[in-house]
């Protein structure tokens, strides 16, 4: 029987990072990365398994050469530390999970074995000594965390093999002992200098604004931290933004995320701006895209630290692109104030009186 490959791409860090922190967030950082790593996928790999912190990609009955394994794997690192570069500059909230996920790294292990199948509630499943291998080879004695294994099948290819194209690739030997397996050989290369591939990530534009914005000022009897949480966290939307009847709350809200929402009965495009914060203030920032009459409204939330309570002040910002919008903003920004002074009120009256239900991530 034809030999398949077994290729596991694994978060390192993933127990302590979960056990540690909130388990709410640390769920959503951890599935967008078991995500990325399917998405990376170049060699036409079935995903066998999600395994929490690992993906099982099976290639039934074919074994790619080292060299496209090697490209695969970098592909993989760039992206998933990218992404986590992206994530730990665009965040808006500083709990336990979201300001420690850039520790987190990636390893991976390719062997290749024979495989037969069982099938499960009517789902087939790779089975066969070769899986316990490879899950073997998760444990071993490299020193460090991000690294590319190759299980002592690949030995032979890699000692004829030229990889002097890339200068990352230096391979290295290693063995571990196990109980059931005995000695286990393996060649292995390290993924950290890949990091200095990593581009740079740019920051936020934030589009040209009008000089005249619409303000609105008003005192909520709460701190600031809890008052910020409610505007920024996406799974308090829904107890005061006045009009919106649904809201995306399966993604970590950041910087340059884009969510769509249900406003007045049609779908609106609503995308993260900006969390800052100066001496006594706390800033958000949001952007509602191709709004009808203006190109887009830019609302910035500042918020000012006071003894037990928190002024709230809003900016919002309207870009009309053409004669009409602009004829017709003093009407628009006249509903929006109107819509949005409901929607403070209802702000005011959750973080003042439902405390309890709220979850303070940032804490």
């Not at 990091?195 to 534009?205: G, H």
């Not at 829904?238 to 007045?264: E, P, Q, T």
């Not at 919008?325 to 439902?354: Q, T």
Request: hydrophobic share 35%; proline share 4%; aromatic share 10%.
């Amino acid at each position: 029987m034809p030999e398949s490959l077994i290729l596991i791409p694994d978060i390192s860090g993933f127990t302590e990072f979960v056990n540690n922190t909130e388990i709410s967030h640390s769920k959503h950082i951890i599935s967008e990365l078991v995500e990325l790593l399917i998405k990376s996928d170049d060699l036409d790999l079935d995903v066998a398994e999600i395994e929490g912190d690992a993906v099982l990609f099976i290639k039934e009955r074919s074994v790619p050469s080292v060299k496209d394994l090697i490209d695969q794997a970098e592909k993989m690192f760039l992206q998933f530390h990218r992404h986590l570069k992206q994530y730990d500059l665009h965040r808006i909230c500083n709990c336990g999970a979201c300001s420690t996920a850039s520790g987190l790294s990636l390893k991976i292990i390719a062997h290749a074995n024979e495989l037969s199948y069982t099938t499960i509630n009517q789902i087939r499943k790779p089975f066969g000594p070769g899986l316990i291998t490879a899950h073997r080879l998760l444990k071993n004695s490299i020193p460090g965390h991000e690294y590319l294994l190759f299980s002592d099948h690949f030995a032979k290819e890699i000692s004829s093999a030229d990889f002097s194209s890339k200068s990352w690739v230096k391979f290295s030997k290693g063995d571990t002992q196990y109980k059931d397996l005995g000695k286990l050989n393996y060649d292995f290369v390290l993924l950290n200098e890949l990091k200095k591939n990593i581009d740079q990530v740019e920051p936020i534009q934030i589009v040209p604004q009008d000089s005249d914005p619409l303000t609105f000022e008003g005192v909520i009897e709460q701190s600031s931290d809890i008052v910020f949480e409610v505007i920024s966290n996406l799974d308090y939307r829904l107890f005061w933004s006045k009009g919106i009847k649904h809201y995306d709350r399966n993604k970590i809200n950041r910087a340059g995320m884009k969510h769509v929402c249900v406003f007045s009965g049609s779908k609106v495009e609503i995308e993260t701006l900006k969390s800052d914060s100066r001496e006594g203030e706390l800033i958000y920032g949001e952007r509602i895209n191709d709004a009808p009459f203006v190109k887009d409204i830019a609302t910035y939330f500042i918020l000012e630290k006071r003894n037990g309570s928190t002024m709230v002040k809003v900016l919002m910002y309207f870009n009309p692109p053409h004669f009409l919008g602009r004829l017709l903003l003093p009407i628009v920004k006249m509903n929006a104030k109107k819509i949005f002074r409901n929607s403070f009120e209802m702000l005011k009256d959750y973080c003042e009186n439902y405390t309890d239900t709220i979850y303070l991530s940032n804490n």
